[in-house]
């Protein structure tokens, strides 16, 4: 039997309902990529060296000669150079006291170079994060992918990859070109087979071009059917994928590095199980009967589409398990229908990724299919509330935007607008599909599946009926699979370095914001202490969470009499949202002593 398979998105708005545009300058931009390392003072503004004093000198244990020795190159130099604190690797770190210029700078690490019993004497460099936000004009408005409590943590994932050398097969209407997406092409096919079906007049070929899926009139495709404009769903759902970034237009892709095949199988009324099933098969480098080799095979295939059947049809079920036994991930939308998934293919079939919808605000979307047979969610965005009339547009802003064209029935000029749907979830978890690929060739369909489900986070906001195990998170998924330090946005480490004073018999705090990371805290949260005193016992230190919660570091003790806290404490804040603002407090509770907080940190 084929069943026939409809497209999953909902709504489309005009353009002139899309929420106004955010130019460049309304956005922070990144540093730009910066070296590591810098081969003199002058490369960048110094405000520390760091001396190594040779193994048998009195500077290279005690902290009291090497204050005095700072003092002393200060005096010789003209610098207000002081002692800070004794690093992990025996290194002393000299503070210059502010407002040295790179003439100050060289004087000063000449008279420590002079010094036979240094060792070394070198620059406190600064290193910055390699990521760069995309200079694309509408990356602001990508909610879905930044923001912390309905977004995906995808910014934070584009440190160790963006999907280079993986392609992601889109299996939908086809594709109306779009400049956004032209770069990130390749060659696809037509497998709808049905010539009137297809609107281009010899069914099935080469050309995956959208011809549109517009219907004239009611009842047109089946009792009860609509009449409606054309979709240019599959340029849409490509758009979310793999839209091109850095090039100062439009928006970008989960997987901006990675390239897109359009797989057309949906046209006027939809398409056939029968076409959708071959479509797999090729897409994933299987043979199919009368068809050419597919050139270029897809690691991961995108399926934002389905229909009503109480069961996975063999034909759909043959089809996803030979492209996954030939490495390729499927991936396949819930459905819209704000019901049980198990009612609804192939997103009831085995072997997918089955992903359902969540909102700007961290809930199921209202239309979003659910249940148990969920794998995992993605934002598939609302644009319109629940109780407002179907088929209006009310809150734009809140959709997923992407690469579209403008024409009512056939192809105009490309453009960019909101959609919501869980069409439009799917292909986040395909490019997220991608991404794991690229940083690691060698995982399976079931690996990836895996690292995301064990990488997500709770759902923030509602989910009645069961939304898999939650929000995949991009960034904390490719640290998982690569071992490495995420981005902004999945975790890291937050830091202030302001000095902040501590007088006697009094309470000092310094404050920073976490932004970006979703989700809780962790139950190993790392809070880093630099705090300069002459009598460390007079101290006791807190971390105070968002909400209030106070977590002691230290308590005082009238028998510790040596300088400075220098060290990390661990701390339990699973039950603390991770995005806030976060003090350290420190008390003074004797008189005599004073010092200052110099620097604190947070690691996620």
């Not at 003439?103 to 004497?121: G, H, I, W, Y």
């Not at 009449?227 to 892709?253: F, I, L, R």
């Not at 906001?461 to 946005?489: F, H, L, Q, R």
């Not at 300069?532 to 209030?548: F, Q």
């Amino acid at each position: 039997m084929a069943a026939a398979a409809t497209i999953l998105g909902v709504t489309a708005t005009s353009s002139a309902a899309v929420a106004a545009q955010a130019g460049p300058s309304d956005r922070p931009v990144a540093p730009a990529a910066q070296s590591m390392a810098q081969d003199s003072p002058d490369a960048a503004p110094v405000e520390k060296v760091i001396v190594t004093y040779k193994s048998r000198t009195a500077e290279a244990t005690s902290n009291s000669a090497a204050k005095s020795d700072a003092a002393e190159k200060g005096r010789k130099t003209g610098e207000k150079l002081s002692f800070e604190r004794r690093l992990a690797g025996g290194g002393a770190l000299v503070d210059l006291g502010g407002g040295a210029d790179a003439k100050d700078v060289t004087e000063v690490l000449d008279a420590f170079r002079d010094d036979p019993a240094v060792a070394s004497v070198e620059p406190d460099i600064r290193a910055f994060p390699m990521a760069v936000t995309p200079n694309d004009t509408d990356y602001a408005k990508q909610w879905d992918f930044f923001e912390s409590t309905g977004g995906m943590n995808v910014p934070g994932a584009w440190d160790t990859t963006t999907g280079s050398g993986v392609t992601v097969a889109v299996i939908d209407t086809g594709y109306a070109g779009h400049s956004d997406l032209s770069a990130n092409t390749v060659s696809g096919y037509d497998f709808i087979s049905d010539s009137a079906d297809a609107r281009d007049g010899n069914g099935r070929d080469g050309d995956p071009t959208d011809e549109g899926d517009w219907n004239a009139t009611d009842n047109e495709c089946y009792f009860g059917s609509k009449a409606g404009d054309s979709s240019w769903h599959g340029t849409h759902v490509a758009g979310t994928v793999a839209a091109a970034a850095n090039n100062n237009k439009g928006v970008a892709g989960v997987a901006y590095g990675a390239k897109v095949q359009h797989v057309r199988v949906l046209g006027k009324c939809g398409g056939a199980s029968s076409d959708i099933a071959d479509a797999i098969t090729w897409a994933s480098g299987g043979s199919v009967p009368g068809v050419p080799a597919n050139p270029n095979p897809s690691q991961v295939i995108n399926l934002s589409l389905g229909g009503a059947s109480s069961t996975c049809p063999s034909v759909y079920r043959n089809a996803i398990n030979g492209a996954v036994s030939r490495g390729t991930t499927v991936v396949v939308a819930a459905g819209n229908s704000n019901a049980d998934v198990s009612g609804f293919t192939p997103a009831n079939c085995a072997n997918v990724i089955n992903v359902a919808a969540t909102s700007r605000e961290g809930n199921r979307s209202f239309y979003s299919n659910y249940g148990s047979g969920i794998d995992i969610s993605a934002p598939g965005g609302e644009t319109r509330r629940a109780t407002d009339t179907p088929g209006t547009v009310t809150t734009p802003e809140n959709g997923i935007l992407s690469t579209l064209n403008s024409g009512a029935t056939t192809r105009s000029s490309e453009n960019y607008e909101p959609y919501m749907g869980t069409s439009m979830a799917a292909p986040h978890i395909a490019g997220l599909a991608a991404l794991l690929k690229s940083a690691d060739s060698s995982l399976t369909p079931a690996e990836i599946e895996t690292a995301m489900k064990d990488n997500a986070r709770p759902v923030p906001g509602s989910c009645s009926g069961g939304c898999g195990v939650g929000i995949a998170d991009a960034a904390k998924t490719v640290e998982a699979v690569t071992g490495g330090t995420p981005g902004g946005g999945g975790g890291g480490t937050f830091s202030n370095t302001s000095n902040v004073t501590i007088s006697d018999n009094s309470t000092s705090v310094s404050s920073l914001s976490v932004t970006g990371v979703t989700g809780n805290a962790p139950s190993d949260l790392k809070v880093g202490v630099d705090i300069v005193h002459t009598y460390r016992g007079d101290l006791v230190i807190d971390l105070i969470a968002p909400d209030g919660s106070a977590y002691r570091l230290k308590n005082s003790s009238g028998s510790d009499s040596a300088d400075d806290v220098l060290g990390t404490y661990t701390v339990d804040a699973s039950s603390e949202l991770a995005a806030g603002v976060w003090q350290l407090q420190v008390r003074d509770v004797y008189r005599g002593d004073t010092g200052y907080i110099d620097a604190w940190s947070l690691t996620f």
